[in-house]
């Protein structure tokens, strides 16, 4: 095997949890977890952005239709229709 380098933050963690006491293999199990939950996190983010704006483009295009509603009631108004 050859050295790799290791991100700070990654190596932070693992240090943290080996001073909580943690072994090596359940410093490795809890830092898969970690990373686990975090990619449900983002994806249960993601699809909240993406619930958030169908709702936003839903209610855009109801405002559009108020808009025409409104125009015309104005235009028959205007013309005395």
């Known amino acids: 095997m050859s050295f790799r380098q290791v991100k700070d ?3 932070e963690e693992f240090l ?4 909580d ?3 090596l293999s359940s410093a490795l ?9 975090n990619i449900v996190d983002k994806q249960a983010l993601l699809q909240i952005k ?3 704006w169908i709702m936003i483009m839903f209610i855009i295009f109801l405002v ?4 025409i ?9 205007c013309l005395n229709i």
């Not at 943290?16 to 001073?19: A, D, E, G, V």
């Not at 898969?32 to 939950?37: A, G, N, R, T």
């Open 9 to 11: 933050e990654v190596r």
């Open 16 to 19: 943290n949890l080996f001073k």
């Open 21 to 23: 006491e943690y072994s």
């Open 29 to 37: 199990y809890a830092y898969e977890d970690q990373l686990h939950i």
């Open 50 to 52: 993406q619930a958030i």
């Open 64 to 67: 559009n239709i108020i808009r």
């Open 69 to 77: 509603h409104l125009a015309a009631i104005m235009i028959k108004k």
